[in-house]
């Protein structure tokens, strides 16, 4: 899979590509490439985004820094998807993740403090997703979570045997994850549930299943 992620912050991924899964599937499953928009900008000292038409707070990314930045990277518009990561986007699901994780290629747009002018979503974007009805400083935190969601899904991201009942699993019937406990087994007399203790893998499977959340 290739992923491009178009940044003000390239440097911020540093540290995620570093970690797993990220780090065990690039080079490998996955193609990661980021693009600043300082690089490409037709502003002039850098300059990418603006104060909003009609005042606020914040500043807004603008649209022909993006369109810039996208046509430099692909010398037209994409063919593949464009995602703009925005408060007001679908909401970010597992389901959305593996819809994402299907893509051959992908693109990725962060924004800045208050967002993208709405051209960006409305014209150079093919999909808006968000992580959360919130506002970040740093538009490079979605971004980030999603390239480690999707990250995931790849083929040898997880090692093996720990994807079984994992919180991408169709098993758990949507929902995220099952209780976990570990060592000791009674800690100030809170119990560790007797199946998981049994070594009876087929019991256990079914507890997983009847307590997923």
């Given at each position: ?50 104060e909003?038409y ?64 709405e ?95």
């Amino acid at each position: 899979m290739r992923l491009d992620v178009f940044t003000l912050v390239p440097h911020a991924f540093a540290w995620l590509t570093e970690q797993r899964p990220v780090a065990t599937v690039l080079g490998g499953e996955l193609e990661l490439r980021l693009f600043s928009y300082r690089e490409t900008t037709p502003l002039r000292n850098g300059q990418v985004d603006d104060e909003p038409y009609g005042g606020g707070a914040g500043m807004v990314l603008r649209v022909d820094v993006v369109a810039a930045a996208l046509e430099a990277a692909y010398g037209g518009p994409p063919e593949n998807r464009v995602v703009a990561l925005s408060p007001q986007g679908r909401q970010l699901t597992q389901a959305v993740v593996e819809e994402l994780a299907g893509e051959q290629r992908l693109t990725l747009l962060s924004a800045r403090f208050e967002g993208f002018d709405e051209r960006i979503v409305e014209h150079l974007a093919t999909d808006a997703i968000s992580i959360g009805p919130y506002v970040l400083s740093n538009g490079d935190l979605p971004a980030m979570v999603v390239v480690d969601a999707i990250a995931r899904r790849l083929p040898g991201a997880l090692s093996a045997g720990s994807g079984e009942l994992e919180s991408f699993s169709d098993e758990l019937g949507g929902g995220l994850e099952y209780p976990h406990y570990t060592r000791p087994a009674e800690f100030r007399g809170w119990q560790v549930p007797e199946v998981l203790l049994s070594g009876d893998h087929a019991r256990i499977e079914s507890w997983r299943k009847e307590h997923v959340r």
